[in-house]
Structures are given as structure tokens and as C-alpha cells.
């Protein structure tokens, strides 16, 4: 089996980067959106004084609105019940993001790293943001393999080009073929919180130009077949694992050619 190991960061393609307003490469400059954005993990005290674990994923969808995800049991891929989700609608006022409203299931305000309020039924929540990493992020190339791209060195691809951070831009190809493989990939999308659907930081890995592995922002969206992670028009992820924009991520795909 060839093994092929990928370290590369893509972006959206290189004019639409000259031609976009709201797009954000540096979280310094991305604003406050930015920064109410994120994953929240906490509790629900309940009545009985009982706790029951709950998770927010706050999305920024541009001009002061929010989107908010309540998820009971915990984050997607670590212990969420892969059944509860809720959307929420927010908005910015002031120096904080107001999620819901009365009469909705949750309701309450994040500032400062947290999303604190209480349930429809009166019981206090509150949730702390957090910053989850992948676990193969920065792994080190197997024996053997082939790196196709390390941040600088472009010398196994062809109409590569490399942008600012070191990251590889969408087009290029590797110069050899390949049929089954391994191929580690790492990569970060930009926030672009005014862009809709597959306008969040879209581009892919291309297999034999066959089938696409999506890259998207979609953090905070149902799974769907042009989803990050999934196969685009064909097999949508079975958990949407995405992380918020400018967070590196991984993939690690595990490819047999058909025969």
C-alpha cells in the first residue's frame, strides 16, 4: 500500500481572496463575532439539583447575528447524544451576543468566554468556551512516506502555489499517481461570517479526480454530503467533527482503489 502524508493548510481560491470583504486569516483581526464564536461546554442545574451536561456551538453569521446549537450530553465526538440539537437565533448587543428569547427553550447571554442563562423551565445554565485540538494534528510522517506538502517544499506538486501562513492554495495536483493510500491532511479555513452555505471557506481533497473529499467551514451545520468531511454530492460525514474557522484541523484518509 503506498502511503502518502499531506501537512498543508488550503484556502479559498486566490482571486476570490482579492475580491472578498469579510474574510479573516488572523483571529486578531477578525473582531468580536470572532471571539463570541466557539464551542461552550457546562451544566444545567436542574430543579431537583441534579446537573445535566449540556454544549453550545455559537456560529457568527455576520452583521451582529448569531447562530447557537444547544446539544445535550456534550460536543459532537465527545459525548454528545447524537440525537438533541436546537437552533437558536442571537444577535450582538453591546460587548455581548444575546441568544434566544423568551419563551425558547434556552435563553441567555455570552460575554467574556462564557454562555450563561437559564431554561424555559427556570433551571440555571452556564458554559464555559473551550478550544479542542485535534488528535492527530502535527503527526509525524510515518517511515517511508511521501510529504507531499510541508509549508514550504512544493516539490511533489505541480500549479502549486503557496500563500501567506504557508499555506498551499486550492489547484494543486501531485505530480505521481496514486491508488490505495494513506494520506494525512491538515488545514484551516478562513471566517468568512457573511458567507452563506459553501461560501465559508470551501475548497477539497480531489481522489484520482474521481470523488471529493469537502473542506468547508461548517461548524455548527447538519451533516450533509457537501458538508465538511463528507463526500461531496455522494456520502454526507456520520458526525460533524468541524471545528470553528482559523482552528487547524485534520483529516486522515484510508483510500482503496477500485478494482
Known sequence: ?????????????????????????????????????????????RKDGGMKKVAAQIVAMGKGSFRAVMLEGGLPGDRWDAKSRLELDGKMEGEEATVGQEGSLYQGKVAAGIFAGETKAGERFSLMKTERKSPTMAAKAPEGAIVLFDGENTDQLTDAKVGGHKMLF????????????????????????????????????????????????????????????????????????????????????DFTSAK
Open 170 to 253: 486550492a489547484g494543486a495536483k501531485t505530480k505521481r499517481a496514486f491508488t490505495d493510500f494513506k494520506l494525512h491532511a491538515e488545514f484551516l479555513v478562513p471566517f468568512m461570517p457573511t458567507g452563506k452555505m459553501e461560501s465559508r471557506g470551501n475548497s477539497g481533497i480531489y481522489i484520482q479526480e474521481r470523488y471529493e473529499i469537502q473542506i468547508l467551514d461548517s461548524f455548527g451545520q447538519r451533516m450533509a454530503a457537501n458538508e465538511c468531511g463528507g463526500v461531496y454530492r455522494q456520502i454526507a460525514p456520520t458526525v460533524n467533527l468541524s471545528f470553528p474557522p482559523l482552528v487547524w484541523q485534520t483529516f486522515d484518509i
Open 1 to 45: 500500500m503506498l502511503i502518502a502524508a499531506v501537512l498543508c493548510g488550503l484556502l479559498v481560491g486566490a482571486e476570490e481572496q482579492k475580491v472578498a470583504k469579510d474574510v479573516f486569516l488572523d483571529p486578531k483581526e477578525a473582531g468580536i463575532e470572532y471571539k463570541m464564536q466557539g464551542e461552550y461546554v457546562g451544566e444545567v442545574l
